[in-house]
């Protein structure tokens, strides 16, 4: 170390070296996605992404596994917590599906056969458990695709969640962050329409 820096107090040696690394970290290149619908998912939830829930939303997806589906940042921060958890691949799957039923005629074979390879055929990347016989039934419905060739599948996957991964999401410290964080926001906020209603009876006052 050169001897100007070693005059320097060790506090502000720490803080130089916290913030070369924050800026490191934000200068590294993201690792291009193996998978074009990944690509397609995470630029659809980009902008679900970038902003943070507020309290009424995350007090909906409390009531029901329904409502946190049926929004986009729901599924963003459940999907997260699926990933902590080493099974995202439920939601990438049951997404799949949703897709899947929105394919054109003429691509549903095509597209069927990219999703059981997948996520069902055997030795598939990102298996997702189903039994035997719902594995079974929906190999034969992929020989002959059609929009509801999946359903049986995505429904026990569905099931799954709702009963198994849900019910730990909502006991989970990421909504407990969640919900905390809203909670000092509302206190911040209540603080500040405070002062400035002192500030302004303040006002009043001196004018009077």
């Known amino acids: 170390m050169c001897k100007g820096l070693a005059t320097l107090p060790a506090t502000c040696l720490k803080s130089a070296k916290d913030i070369k690394h924050k800026i490191s970290f934000l200068l590294q290149k993201p690792e291009p996605q193996a998978a074009d619908q990944k690509q397609m998912k995470e630029k659809s939830t980009t902008a679900a992404a ?52 929105k394919t054109a005629p003429t691509k549903l074979a095509t597209r069927a056969k990219q999703i059981y390879q997948k996520y069902i055929g055997a030795e598939a990347p990102n298996e997702v458990n189903l039994d035997a016989a719902t594995r079974e039934k929906t190999r034969q419905n992929v020989e002959n695709a059609c929009p509801s060739c999946f359903d049986d599948a995505q429904k026990m996957i569905y099931t799954l969640m709702e009963k198994d991964s849900y019910r730990r999401f909502l006991k989970s410290k990421l909504i407990q962050d969640l919900c905390q964080q809203q909670s000092n926001a509302a206190q911040e906020k209540k603080e500040k329409r405070s002062c400035d209603m002192a500030d302004s009876s303040q006002v009043l006052a001196g004018g009077a």
Do not use: Q
């Not at 995350?58 to 589906?69: A, G, I, Q, Y």
């Open 50 to 101: 970038k902003r943070v829930p507020n309290r009424a939303e995350v007090e909906t997806w409390k009531e029901s596994f329904n409502h946190v589906l049926n929004s986009e940042m729901g599924r963003t921060v459940f999907t997260s917590f699926l990933k902590s958890e080493f099974s995202e691949e439920n939601m990438d799957f049951w997404m799949a599906c949703e897709d899947y039923k």
